[in-house]
Structure formats: C-alpha cells, structure tokens
C-alpha cells in the first residue's frame, strides 16, 4: 500500500532511524531495541506474503501487517509460528484542510515541528509531526496524567495541524493505538486499516515495548 509507505517515511524521521530498507516482499526498519532489533512492514496482506514473513520473523524482529481483516491476519501470524500482540492499531488519515486548528508552543528540526502545551510552566500535553512533502505524520501524541480531560491532546493535534499546513501538508497521517483512536475520530480523522503486529519470540506479547498513548 502506498499510503503505508507514505506513514512510514515520516514514521522513522519522528523516531530518528535511518531509511527503511526496501524488499521486494516488506519495508524493514532498524530500531535497535532490546526484543525489537528492526520491524518488518509488509507490502501486501495476501496469505503467500504474511505466511512467509511470519515463518522467518528471528526473536528480535517484529512484522506489521496492514489489513482490513485484522482478526483474520492475526490468527494467520499465529499458524505461522508468529506472536500477534492483543493490540491492532489503525492507520488513519485526514484532510488537513478541515482538521480543527488550535494554538501551541513549537520548536523546528528540518522536517520536524514539536508542538507543546504549557500549564503553570510544566509542559502539559506535547506531540510531534515529520512533514514529508504534501504528508504530515502526527507521532508521540501525549498528555501528562494529571492534565488529561482537559482537551490538550485536541489541542497539540490542532495546532500540528496548522504547522503542517503553513509548511505545505495537505494530508495528516498516523497510527493510533485503541486509547488515541477515540479522540482523532472526534476531531474528524478517518481509519484506512488495521494494522496488526506480532513478534517472532515465542513467549506471548500482549502490547508493545515502549508503546505511548496515542502512537507508536
């Protein structure tokens, strides 16, 4: 899927990590964490693809599947030897255009912008956007737990969002875990696919290593 692709560029700028690796079968990207040495992202969901990547996932490799039959590939990833995490996260995008806008504080790195809110001179809520050419890839979305049902994961959204455009973005993507899902509903995102991982160690995973509220 193009649109996989797309997230993913701006996916490995927010988290640092060098070009993904291109296959003719999956995307890979080098994380160098401990249990998650790189991901595989594959390039198709049909059954030869996911059956033959899952088969050779070692210990330390993860393999994201993108999918409109996320209990379906799951249960797949398992017959193959693979761990499927409980957690199936959805890739969502947005018209920039009609995203609601709000105001933050922002720091610039090249093709990232770092949005944050202030509450009594403790940062409160902040998020992150890598703007690749009309993309703008939301990441790292996160409220401090004192601060939540306030509206200040709406509001960095907002304002990421009318960074994005000023600088030339037309289209919002990002991954959303189950918690984050529910609020970029709200303010008009839209699912494309379910996006199912799994691990290739053999002790059972029931979410991510490191994984933050609202993206990973």
């Given at each position: ?142 409220t401090d737990p004192a601060c939540r049902r306030r509206g200040l994961g709406s509001i960095v959204m907002g304002a990421l969002s009318r960074r994005a455009l000023e600088r030339g973005a037309s289209t919002g993507l990002l991954m959303a875990t189950t918690a984050g899902f529910h609020l970029y509903r709200t303010l008009g995102w839209l699912p494309e696919a379910t996006m199912v991982t799994a691990s290739g160690d053999a002790r ?13």
């Open positions: 899927m193009d649109i996989v692709r797309r997230w993913l560029e701006g996916w490995r700028l927010c988290r640092g990590l060098e070009p993904v690796i291109e296959y003719d079968d999956a995307y890979a990207a080098v994380l160098r964490m401990p249990g998650r040495e790189r991901e595989l992202f594959a390039r198709s969901d049909d059954a030869g693809t996911v059956d033959r990547l899952a088969a050779e996932l070692t210990p330390d490799t993860w393999l994201t599947v993108t999918t409109q039959t996320g209990n379906e590939i799951a249960r797949r990833l398992a017959a193959a030897g693979a761990r499927p995490f409980e957690e199936q996260k959805t890739l969502m995008s947005i018209n920039l255009h009609e995203h609601p806008p709000a105001t933050a504080e922002f720091e610039s790195d090249g093709s990232l912008e770092y949005a944050r809110v202030l509450i009594d001179g403790a940062v409160a809520a902040h998020g992150m956007v890598a703007i690749v050419g009309d993309d703008a890839v939301m990441h790292d979305i996160q059972a995973v029931s979410g991510d290593l490191g994984a933050v509220l609202t993206g990973r």
